[in-house]
């Protein structure tokens, strides 16, 4: 069926296959992810945020802030910036899936800012065989090379002295199968996408040489159209996130800074629904009615799923809270110029068992920035164990100095 070949490709894409087998054992049937189209749009891309667990909605604001909260290229000290992020996913199984995303922004002035992305996620060579024929032997149907991609553009704004606001637009193509299918075409998906952010930064001074700050930081991703890889006969929701968060970044002295930082997402999808059969009811009638509720969860429009993701959990309220999932995060910084960063990440193992520690690095000069992840599972057999996290960032205006400084010399 379409449906469960498209679910378990989004599942492998994640890197839940190995902790959802898992999760089952523990929880039985109270195992219930949420299921979407582009699962890939959820995977943090850059080594800074990877480093600190996932976190990034209120942290200082950085180039690749496109992701975790676009408001905050308005609150960017430099005029402009791009980076380039490379990460090699799920190499515990294989060694052909990974995910590069480029990032950068531009100052149009003190208030305004202008920023884009481009998220290409590449899923190896996949080798395609039909049934068995007659001899036994499988037929060969050729290889294809699935792939995600989104590109964006966002315009952020400062309100205030402390508040920032942005809104983002996305296009998103996702390809499973480059048109080809065992039995059957699967057609490439495509979908339109909004952010909606918002940056709170205050500087807070305790009497010391160099200020301190506290921020907050709201950012609703992907608020869009459904996908559908099969020519509008199912649909599926993207990856729809609210992510809220605090950050205090302390400065002891002109030279070392420690920040803190917590995150909570949860995905603003409906809940897939679990249907159990009564005790009088024949196997006919239940299986009408689980096919009826799960015709109303494929029909519900993206804006209602939004706003039945908060009530409509099988399991209530208890099961409501296990699809925020939460991570907190510290970074170190001598002088801005050397960060060392760590985090944990956790996920209910109902909800996928994502659970990790994270720890990073980075190198900081005034025309490039240079940073590491390094992420160590705490679920057993998970296939996100030693994912890794590398960003090459530049700031132009270092950039700018240095082709300055070329011409006069000539």
């Not at 993701?309 to 409501?320: H, K, L």
């Not at 910084?333 to 980075?362: C, D, I, P, T």
Request: hydrophobic letters at 35%; a negative charge.
């Amino acid at each position: 069926m379409k449906r469960n070949k498209l679910g378990l490709i989004s599942l492998c894409v994640l890197g839940l296959a190995s902790s959802s087998a898992m999760a089952i054992e523990k929880g039985g049937s109270k195992f219930n992810p949420l299921q979407s189209a582009v699962p890939s749009l959820s995977i943090a891309p850059d080594a800074r945020g990877g480093g600190m667990g996932d976190v990034g909605v209120a942290t200082s604001p950085d180039i690749n802030s496109q992701y975790w909260n676009p408001a905050k290229y308005a609150q960017m000290q430099s005029r402009g910036g791009f980076a380039l992020s490379y990460t090699p996913w799920l190499r515990k199984i294989v060694n052909d899936i990974d995910l590069v995303y480029l990032a950068g922004y531009y100052k149009l002035d003190d208030m305004q800012a202008l920023s884009a992305s481009f998220r290409y996620f590449s899923m190896g060579e996949i080798h395609l065989t039909d049934a068995p024929g007659p001899d036994g032997i499988p037929q060969d149907k050729g290889t294809c090379s699935p792939y995600e991609m989104s590109i964006d553009l966002a315009y952020s704004r400062n309100l205030s002295e402390y508040w920032a606001a942005a809104v983002a637009l996305r296009f998103i193509y996702s390809d499973l199968t480059n048109g080809m299918a065992d039995d059957e075409t699967v057609t490439a998906g495509k979908a339109v996408a909004a952010d909606v952010a918002a940056s709170y930064r205050r500087p807070i001074n305790f009497g010391g040489p160099k200020e301190s700050y506290a921020s907050f930081g709201v950012n609703v991703s992907n608020i869009g159209s459904k996908v559908s890889y099969d020519d509008g006969e199912t649909n599926q929701f993207l990856p729809t996130n609210l992510r809220l968060g605090g950050a205090f970044e302390y400065a002891f002295d002109e030279f070392n800074t420690v920040s803190l930082a917590v995150d909570l997402n949860k995905l603003l999808i409906p809940t897939p629904p679990k249907t159990e059969q009564g005790e009088d009811e024949d196997q006919a009638e239940y299986s009408r009615r689980q096919q009826d509720e799960w015709d109303d969860y494929y029909n519900t429009s993206p804006v209602s799923g939004i706003f039945k993701s908060f009530t409509d959990a099988p399991g209530g309220m208890s099961e409501e809270l296990e699809e925020i999932n939460w991570s907190v995060g510290a970074e170190y910084s001598y002088s801005k110029q050397f960060m060392v960063r760590a985090g944990y990440f956790h996920e209910s193992e109902n909800k996928g068992n994502r659970k990790y520690w994270a720890f990073g690095a980075g190198f900081n000069l005034s025309i490039f920035q240079l940073n590491a992840a390094y992420l160590m599972s705490t679920a057993q057999t998970s296939p996100l164990d030693q994912t890794l996290r590398f960003t090459l960032g530049f700031d132009i205006a270092g950039l700018k100095g240095i082709m300055n400084n070329s011409k006069d010399k000539e």
